[in-house]
């Protein structure tokens, strides 16, 4: 038997027991809340630095890509040339690695401009999309300049060692000989084309040529001066000089291609322009006679508007004796004006006939696409372009790419009218 006071006693230290426990829970609890609220205000500090910090970040990120991309797509441009040059020197055979690592970085480039385009295209809002893309061009560009600088390195060594410096001049010499009769050439071509066209769609093209007889007549008397310089023995300190020599005579004659680029162009504008008029024209019938049948009177007022805007490009682009031409000015109007009538028209035509006219269209509108992306690359090759210009003007030629590759002629002409839009904004940021 237990003694009386037993119960008791262990009621009472059972009650202290309890007592006790449930003060240490609470003070458990007090400390873990204390700890989660200081750990809430040590992330949320954290994060608003993460914050400011990150915003910081990205614009030096995008800005870095942007110089990188400038420097990959003018890195490029160059390595045509010296390409040229090493094929010259020293063989189709030996420069092969050096073409592919060039076609490898002119793709690389596109892919970075591509994806600049995308992140332009991002809204602003969404931070880790932007910075994923702009670490994608980053790579692009920083792996294709290290494979680019490689080869510089290889043939600056190789050109050291060459002893062919003979070879070399006389090489030279005959592709001299050569630009000098394309050169007689583009002169008069340049001068016949002075007599029809304006003086401002002639500009660039004279321009290259002023730089093509420069440029060929100091490469002439420094080929004369190396032939004096070459030693017997085929060692000789000349390299340097026939390296620059050759570099010169390829950006002549890139420059007398121009030109002849430039030419062609004008032409193939003059005679889109006689075909759109053409067009034009019989779409205005079409459109006299569907005016009367239109299915609202906002569509009937609509096609009246359009004949009569399309009426007043037709007078002012009729051919006019002894008047100066700009027909590429002349080729924008006719094509927005035709685009203007074809909008009105959409809704009356069947499917075959909006195929005929997109088709119609089209070729007038790839003529413009064309000649606005080569003054763009015009532009962008005498330097100092920002990276959007680029970008914009390498989206102007994948949306041409696109346009030349699909089959259905809507979609063809939407996709080309995309590209002379993206090549005007390249045009209006090159020359900000």
């Known amino acids: 038997m237990f003694p009386l006071g037993l119960p008791l006693l262990l009621a009472t230290d059972t009650a202290e027991v309890l007592r006790g ?17 200081v ?40 390595a045509d040339l010296e390409l040229g040059f090493a094929i010259a020197q020293f063989g189709a055979d030996a420069a092969r690695d050096f073409a592919t690592a060039v076609s490898d970085a002119r793709g690389k480039l596109t892919e970075a401009f ?23 061009i980053t790579a692009l560009c920083e792996k294709a300049l290290s494979a680019l600088e490689q080869f510089d390195n290889d043939f600056s060594e190789r050109r050291t060692n060459e002893v062919a410096a003979a070879t070399t001049e006389r090489q030279l010499r005959l592709l001299a000989l050569g630009i000098r009769e394309q050169l007689t050439s583009t002169e008069e071509g340049l001068k016949a084309a002075s007599a029809r066209y304006s003086g401002e769609v002639l500009s660039a093209p004279q321009r290259d040529l002023a730089q093509a007889q420069t440029t060929l007549a100091d490469t002439e008397n420094a080929l004369d001066a190396a032939a004096a310089s070459i030693s017997p023995t085929g060692v000789n300190a000349v390299t340097d000089t026939l390296h620059t020599a050759a570099t010169s005579l390829h950006q002549a004659q890139r420059a007398l291609s121009s030109i002849d680029e430039a030419l062609a162009r004008l032409s193939d504008a003059e005679n889109a322009v006689l075909r759109r008029r053409a067009s034009i024209v019989d779409d205005i019938a079409e459109a006299r006679s569907r005016a009367d049948s239109a299915p609202d009177p906002q569509s009937g007022a609509r096609i009246l508007t359009a004949i009569a805007a399309n009426e007043q490009v037709l007078e002012s682009t009729a051919p006019a004796s002894g008047t100066l031409q700009d027909p590429f000015a002349q080729l924008n109007l006719v094509n927005e004006a035709a685009a203007e009538l074809d909008n009105a028209l959409a809704t009356a035509r069947n499917q075959q006939q909006r195929f005929e006219h997109a088709r119609a269209a089209y070729q007038g509108t790839l003529v ?29 030629e994948r949306q041409l790419m696109i346009a030349e590759a699909e089959t259905d002629p809507v979609e063809a002409l939407d996709a080309i009218r995309r590209s002379v839009t993206h090549a005007r904004d390249a045009d209006a940021l090159a020359r900000y």
């Open 21 to 37: 426990s449930a003060i240490a829970v609470g003070t458990v609890v007090v400390l873990v809340l204390a700890v989660g609220v």
């Open 39 to 78: 750990a809430f205000v040590i992330l949320f500090r954290r994060g608003g630095d993460r914050g400011i910090r990150g915003t910081a970040a990205q614009s030096q990120l995008e800005s870095r890509a942007a110089g990188l991309l400038i420097a990959l797509d003018d890195r490029v441009r160059e």
């Open 114 to 136: 591509r994806l600049g385009q995308q992140r332009d295209d991002a809204p602003a809002t969404a931070d880790q999309r932007r910075r994923s893309l702009t670490l994608q």
């Open 368 to 396: 413009a696409a064309r000649s606005q992306i080569s003054v763009v690359r015009e532009l962008i090759g005498q330097g100092g372009t920002s990276a959007r210009a680029r970008t914009r003007l390498a989206e102007a």
